[in-house]
């Protein structure tokens, strides 16, 4: 399947108009089966959706960890992803009986914030120096083919210890942190010594993403909310912003940085 489409578009300035071919990101609604009964649908792009329910699945406690997985399988037309998984019915309930409406996008919604995703404060010794991070903060700020074409997508990369790199791309940043999550822990590799690279902003649900995968350190080229800042100081992330022109700011547990 494509993820871009070319469409016929009128480009103004202030004098004048020109007809021109652009692109655009095809973004698709997903439906995700969870033990052969519809659990949701997402939009997103149609790329590593094994990855994607995965890491969704995961970083919401419905499943506990990979090796509960029995499954996945992907449709022909990659518009359906069924898992068959050992699950916490209590959390798959609680997805749907209070949600949190989130400052994202694409899936939107938590329903596990207060409890499944927020247990315990992560103590991990991992420390990175800062000029690992900044030449990866360079690397992850050059621009994707899928970018250059649409400038439509968000994106993420987990960097593991070893300098194994996992990246993903989507409309929703939501979705490109579970997809590089996810892609991961399919891959059954510990990611509790490894940092999180990503272009949107740092909420406060982006920061449980990371304590549910037990990721220490989460860092974005953009901003970070207050909100975001008082979860990474309550639950152990390093949380770091405006990852750019040679720089990071540090708002929560800097001391996995090496200088």
Do not use: W
Request: aromatic fraction near 6%.
């Amino acid at each position: 399947m494509e993820f871009v489409t070319q469409a016929l578009i009128e480009r103004f300035d202030r004098l004048s108009k020109v007809k021109a071919a652009d692109f655009v990101i095809n973004e698709s609604r997903i439906g995700f089966y969870l033990n052969g009964e519809k659990l949701l649908s997402v939009m997103s792009v149609p790329s590593d959706q094994d990855a994607h329910i995965a890491g969704f699945l995961l970083s919401e406690g419905v499943i506990e960890n990979p090796s509960a997985i029995k499954s996945i399988r992907v449709s022909d037309d990659g518009l359906s992803v069924y898992i068959d998984a050992n699950v916490d019915e209590s959390a798959r309930k609680n997805l749907f009986k209070e949600k949190t409406l989130t400052s994202g996008c694409c899936v939107g919604v938590t329903g596990n914030v207060e409890d499944k995703i927020a247990r315990e404060f992560l103590a991990a010794d991992y420390k990175v120096a800062i000029g690992v991070l900044l030449d990866a903060a360079q690397l992850f700020a050059q621009k994707t083919p899928l970018f250059e074409q649409t400038g439509c997508v968000h994106r993420a990369a987990l960097v593991l210890e070893s300098g194994e790199t996992f990246s993903a791309e989507d409309i929703g940043r939501h979705n490109a942190i579970d997809k590089a999550i996810g892609r991961a822990r399919l891959n059954g590799l510990d990611v509790s010594r490894s940092f999180l690279m990503t272009t949107g902003r740092l909420s406060m649900e982006m920061t449980m993403k990371c304590v549910m995968h037990r990721v220490p350190i989460v860092i974005s080229k953009a901003a970070v909310t207050l909100q975001g800042i008082r979860s990474a100081l309550e639950y152990g992330v390093t949380l770091g912003g405006f990852a750019r022109n040679g720089r990071i700011n540090f708002y929560a547990h800097s001391g996995r940085i090496i200088v």
